[in-house]
């Protein structure tokens, strides 16, 4: 049975978004594959007839929790099957910045990636989503590094924090946020140290809760080049894929690696700025919240819709809270890792 295509225009939008839940009623009842995921103290049961899809969600959200409750349901469907109905952009362009100023005092987020017809909508009344695609695989290539991860920020905004674009290691559960632009060092920081001993909550993205600085694990994602690897002994590790993602790094999961079990959650004490600087020595130098916020925002602002005022306040708040430093990087990942050990016990 060929389901109806549903037309959302940005003239007819709020009405035509509650038209598409109405639609989409029974998609939760009739989905043949259902999972749990405990994210930030929260539940989150995602609901798909995808289930290579739903695999790696498995993989890629750090959630080794039972469930805490009913939380917020998503469904993730192939527009055209199922009950899942298909979706016209009924506009010339997509404007994004417009489309968020009409849905920010509603109870509704959206996005639209309109190069593959992809849909995520969110309504925050009710703690209900829908990923909406044209095929089984037709996700934006960064997808499953961090699954669901708007939906996270659209629920999760709820209850006093936002999503971070940062990388995190800690010790003893006390930890230091590190945030930076492509090519920074900051991946390669948090991997080595993972490495040596030091934990994280995460590479890319955590949960912070910017009044109390207390962070949580959104996703076990770890990206990495080639050359990177070589420098940590890990180029031919068995968690290693065998082809590199889109931005020709390999993608592979913090547990594949056979470390210690990373905690639950982490308290911040200071916010670092990496920074190749090919010295012999890694050194830490004090900044001001200004340099660091406009270090620390731009990127999660720009990767996450919907939220963009709550996300630069939320940056802004940790980069006031936090002492923040420029850590510039030695060239020895050991020597690196062990200099963060001893900020963060001394700090």
């Not at 109870?107 to 695609?133: A, C």
């Not at 911040?268 to 660091?292: D, G, N, R």
């Not at 940056?315 to 030695?330: D, I, M, T, W």
């Amino acid at each position: 049975m060929t389901q109806p295509q549903l037309k959302v225009s940005p003239e007819t939008l709020i009405a035509d978004i509650a038209a598409v839940f109405e639609q989409c009623e029974t998609v939760f009842e009739t989905a043949n594959h259902t999972r749990h995921y405990t994210v930030a103290d929260r539940t989150f049961t995602a609901m798909s007839d995808i289930a290579p899809y739903l695999n790696a969600v498995d993989v890629a959200v750090a959630s080794d929790e039972p469930p805490t409750g009913t939380g917020a349901r998503i469904f993730i469907g192939v527009a055209g099957q199922n009950g899942c109905p298909a979706l016209h952009w009924d506009a010339p362009y997509f404007e994004e910045r417009r489309i968020e100023a009409l849905l920010k005092p509603t109870r509704y987020r959206m996005h639209y990636f309109h190069p593959l017809n992809y849909w995520q909508i969110f309504d925050r009344q009710t703690s209900t989503g829908l990923q909406i695609m044209t095929g089984p695989d037709q996700h934006p290539a960064w997808d499953l590094g961090s699954p669901l991860r708007n939906f996270f920020q659209w629920e999760l905004a709820s209850y006093g924090g936002a999503l971070i674009h940062a990388g995190t290691l800690s010790v003893a559960k006390k930890g230091v946020l590190l945030a930076g632009a492509g090519g920074s060092g900051k991946s390669g920081t948090v991997l080595s140290g993972m490495l040596s001993g030091l934990q994280t909550i995460g590479d890319d993205y955590v949960y912070v809760m910017p009044k109390s600085l207390q962070a949580y694990p959104l996703f076990n994602t770890l990206k990495q080049d080639s050359a990177g690897l070589k420098r940590l002994g890990l180029l031919g590790h068995k968690a290693l894929p065998t082809r590199t993602n889109w931005q020709n790094k390999y993608q592979f999961y913090i547990n594949d690696l056979g470390l210690t079990p990373q905690p639950k959650s982490i308290s911040l004490h200071a916010l670092l700025l990496p920074t190749i600087a090919q010295s012999s020595k890694t050194t830490t130098v004090e900044i001001s919240a200004k340099q660091a916020f406009l270090a620390l925002a731009p990127s999660g602002v720009s990767q996450i819709p919907g939220d963009r005022a709550q996300l630069y306040a939320a940056a802004a708040e940790v980069s006031r809270n936090l002492p923040c430093f420029q850590l510039n990087l030695g060239t020895d990942p050991r020597e690196v890792s062990n200099a963060i050990r001893q900020f963060i016990e001394e700090i």
